[in-house]
């Protein structure tokens, strides 16, 4: 697609579709993949993005674990940090058995994962180096 800018706000300036590779960025290492999907659809300085990753094994350390190659990088605002859900996790939970928060990391592509008290999630909170993460959510973008 193409774009053309407008200074009208009710014009669309921009859309486009496409995939991206999400990764393990920290709180793992040695990491074998079963599956990185990742896609994505963008609307002006909003991204709308769905990401799959299974791996087979891993290290767990006691890093923050970070997940990274959102296809965009967020805005350098705090009060426009995007959020994301799990839409299904295996071995994935914080020690009071609670969905993690996941959240847009400003001024880059990664997506911050925190506990349900606030603190980070570390890869040693995992309950194994095998997990399986299905993610889905929003931020914006520059």
Not at 4 to 16: K, M
Not at 122 to 142: K, Q, V
């Amino acid at each position: 697609g193409t774009s053309h800018y407008s200074a009208d706000a009710n014009t669309l300036d921009d859309y486009e579709e496409g995939t991206f590779t999400p990764t393990i960025q920290s709180g793992m290492t040695s990491i074998t993949y079963n599956t990185q999907a990742g896609f994505y659809t963008k609307i002006g300085n909003v991204v709308n993005v769905t990401l799959y990753i299974r791996t087979d094994s891993g290290t767990r350390d006691s890093n923050s674990f970070i997940l990274d190659g959102l296809p965009f990088d967020s805005v350098d605002t705090a009060n426009k940090i995007g959020g994301f859900f799990a839409t299904y996790t295996s071995d994935v939970d914080d020690d009071d058995s609670s969905s993690p928060m996941f959240t847009s990391k400003q001024n880059t592509n990664d997506i911050d994962i925190f506990k349900s008290d606030g603190a980070r999630f570390e890869g040693n909170d995992l309950d194994s180096g095998g997990i399986e993460l299905r993610i889905s959510g929003t931020y914006f973008t520059a």
